[in-house]
């Protein structure tokens, strides 16, 4: 089974830090680009940041740039998301999720992790 | 960046309507569009991707439509486990962007 398992997810004050962890299993973690989403209590869904297989290709959100970095371990098959100078606003519910393989852009965001829930607090 | 807009924002509909969401972007997107569900304390599902390619293992009652800016999902005959909220998401260009939701209610 294709699995995704955040972790790292908790309670900090404004101005703090986290870094989320995503290990993925069953799948060819280093064939694919991953990403961040996160939903804020009972809101939508926003786009935070990916990253190309190889780790040399990163995008990112205005709102998170500069205070995000994603990064990934294709021999650990993990993922992260190092935040830094959080703000109220980032508290939310974050995904990590499998985008498009190398050898197809259009079948992309296919697989999701549980989520692991950040809350910054003032 | 492409704004996604999806419309309704809400409606109530009966188990056996025929469903449409439709979904426009600010700037063509070719078909770089997914649909996806959502229930309440669960993770978003995708339905749809490509704009029109039905994930494998969801009901053929669900399908998907357009190329450029805009896109319909159809629910042929909506049955009482898709009631739900539904999200569309480009992903032709930076930043990656979903609609607003639309959700689906009992009436």
């Known amino acids: 089974e294709e699995q995704l398992v955040e972790s790292g997810g908790g309670l900090v004050q404004p101005g703090g830090s986290l870094r989320l962890s995503c290990v993925a299993s069953?799948?060819?973690?280093?064939?694919?680009?991953m990403s961040w989403v996160r939903q804020t209590p009972g809101k939508g869904l926003e786009w935070v940041a990916n990253?190309?297989?190889?780790?040399?290709?990163?995008y990112y959100v205005d709102s998170v740039n500069g205070r995000f970095t994603i990064s990934r371990d294709n021999a650990k098959n993990s993922l992260y998301l190092q935040m830094h100078s959080l703000r109220v606003e980032d508290t939310a519910v974050y995904y990590c999720?499998?985008?498009?393989?190398?050898?197809?852009?259009?079948?992309?965001?296919?697989?999701w992790g549980q989520g692991t829930t950040v809350t910054v607090f003032s | 960046d492409i704004q996604m807009t999806q419309s309704p924002s809400a409606m109530s509909a009966s188990v056996g309507d025929r469903v449409t969401i439709t979904c426009r972007a600010s700037?063509?997107?070719?078909?770089?569009l997914a649909w996806f569900q959502q229930k309440p304390g669960k993770v978003p599902k995708r339905l749809i991707y490509?704009?029109?390619s039905l994930q494998s293992g969801v009901p053929s009652r669900f399908s998907g439509s357009g190329s450029g800016t805009e896109f319909t999902l159809t629910i042929s005959s909506l049955q009482p486990e898709d009631f739900a909220t539904y999200y569309c998401?480009?992903?032709?260009?930076?930043?990656?962007?979903f609609g607003q939701g639309t959700k689906v209610e009992i009436k």
């Open positions: 999720v499998r985008e498009n393989p190398y050898y197809n852009k259009l079948d992309s965001m296919d697989v």
């Open positions: 490509a704009a029109s």
């Open positions: 069953g799948l060819t973690f280093s064939n694919y680009w």
């Open positions: 998401l480009q992903h032709n260009s930076y930043p990656r962007t």
């Open positions: 700037q063509g997107i070719r078909s770089y």
């Open positions: 990253i190309m297989q190889d780790g040399t290709e990163k």
